[in-house]
């Protein structure tokens, strides 16, 4: 049988001290940046994916002690693993729980956005969403990014009003990471319903931030954008 162990094991045997140099200046992890003091192995995608179909039977309180390792693959590993597991029926409620419970070791931005939107979106879809607003008022940026990108669940579901409604709140946030989440989900609403999007932008692009700017327009004509962006 299978274990954690064997889990962890199987994901050391695939590191590359090279490339964990390489991801460590990627994901910011000095001091003083967004992801300080987080460890790299230096493990391909293909490899994780491997190893999560392989493990993906693993009990879901053996995944969470995972995802509170200080290896980012190995939080990876564990939150590739449940989100296979959740849209089974009985443990979606479960799941959802033990998500917003362990945010703290969901802390970068490939953590929040391959999970945010299958879990915590799935789960809210159709449900109230008070949950959102809270975690958009977080101190903690990871959290606040969960907020917008689970409303991409919502957003694939041609239901934009939350995405906006959070989107608004955001607007003035300090963070980088936070102004290219919002929008690139803003993007997402265009790609569906462009006069939504252009709406909510005529409103507020002035007082967004340049990056959340540029990411919600990129897909625009040339001579849009430059309107947007010259004014």
Do not use: C
Request: no cysteine.
């Amino acid at each position: 049988m299978l274990t954690l162990l064997d889990l962890k094991k199987e994901l050391k045997n695939k590191t590359d001290p090279k490339r964990a140099k390489i991801t460590q200046r990627f994901f910011k992890t000095g001091p003083g940046e967004y992801g300080e003091g987080d460890v790299f192995l230096g493990i391909i995608a293909p490899d994780i994916k491997k190893v999560v179909k392989k493990y993906n039977n693993l009990k879901i309180e053996e995944v969470i002690k995972l995802l509170h390792s200080k290896i980012h693959e190995e939080r990876v590993t564990a939150l590739r693993i449940i989100v296979k597991k959740f849209p089974i029926e009985e443990n979606k409620e479960k799941i959802y729980n033990l998500y917003l419970k362990n945010t703290k070791y969901i802390n970068n931005w490939d953590l929040v956005d391959l999970s945010a939107d299958r879990i915590v979106g799935d789960y809210l879809l159709n449900k109230p969403k008070l949950i959102l607003y809270k975690l958009a008022r977080s101190k903690s940026i990871w959290e606040r990014r969960i907020s917008i990108i689970a409303t991409f669940n919502f957003i694939k579901n041609n239901e934009f009003e939350e995405t906006l409604k959070i989107a608004k709140i955001l607007l003035n946030d300090k963070h980088d990471l936070i102004h290219k989440a919002v929008g690139w989900m803003l993007r997402e609403i265009g790609k569906r319903d462009l006069e939504t999007e252009e709406r909510f932008l005529k409103k507020y692009y002035k007082k967004m931030p340049r990056t959340m700017l540029r990411y919600a327009i990129e897909k625009f004509p040339e001579k849009k954008r430059k309107q947007y962006l010259s004014t």
